[in-house]
């Protein structure tokens, strides 16, 4: 079954405490995104890969980083979260104009 | 002015209503446009592409307007299923790698 694999699916840390949020897909799509959705604002996005080794800021990339050392995963790292990124977070994997999501990953920090 | 702009809503409307919505953006230079369905605490997920003039999909007709730069998004006899947040989807690049979306418009069907 083609899809995006996002984990943990829920996360709950504290301030300065660094985490990873994976995600992992199946499709063999070149492109792959993280975004943040927050009430209001919809959703943002944070840092995209065009390929392998090829990663690029989007338009709220403060905070994060990223890496795309094989094709089929694309971690997002908070090397020291804040309250400010408590956030709804989904990963998208693309080939050509349709993205296919994760689950999500609702992080709370503390 | 924000990039993308859509009304929030929430939209009302009784089981076989017709609703649309708008979704206005800045950049002229766009080509390619998408609506997107979201489920409450769910993924999005594409509903329909606008690549010219308009497209359409059974129940859904989506239109692209250039010269007042906004799609718009037609639901004809709304279910209750067709609940949910619409999300606009406007490239930013040229490579389409870049997106942005905009916040959403909420419909709610009622029996």
């Known amino acids: 079954e083609a899809q995006v694999t996002q984990n943990p699916r829920y996360l709950i840390t504290v301030t300065g405490k660094k985490l990873t949020v994976t995600c992992s897909q199946n499709?063999?799509?070149?492109?792959m995104s993280w975004y943040r959705q927050d009430p209001g604002l919809g959703l943002r996005q944070i840092y995209y890969s065009m390929n392998v080794e090829v990663t690029d800021k989007g338009d709220v990339p403060e905070g994060y980083k990223v890496s795309r050392k094989e094709k089929r995963n694309f971690p997002l790292i908070l090397e020291s979260p804040s309250p400010n990124q408590t956030s709804l977070y989904f990963c998208?994997?693309?080939?050509?104009?349709?993205?296919?999501f994760g689950q999500g990953t609702r992080l709370t920090v503390v | 002015r924000k990039e993308v702009e859509q009304d929030p809503g929430p939209f009302n409307v009784p089981e076989g209503a017709t609703v649309a919505f708008n979704c206005t953006y800045s950049?002229?230079?766009?080509?390619?446009f998408f609506w997107y369905r979201q489920d409450c605490r769910k993924e999005p997920k594409l509903l329909m592409s606008v690549y010219s003039s308009g497209n359409e999909d059974g129940r859904f007709t989506a239109q692209l307007n250039r010269a007042s730069q906004y799609i718009s998004l037609l639901i004809r006899d709304s279910k209750l299923s067709d609940s949910a947040t619409y999300l606009c989807v406007v490239p930013k690049n040229t490579g389409g790698f870049k997106t942005i979306f905009g916040a959403g418009t909420r419909l709610f069907v009622k029996a």
């Open positions: 499709m063999n799509h070149e492109y």
């Open positions: 950049n002229s230079a766009s080509q390619s």
């Open positions: 998208a994997s693309s080939w050509g104009r349709e993205a296919f």
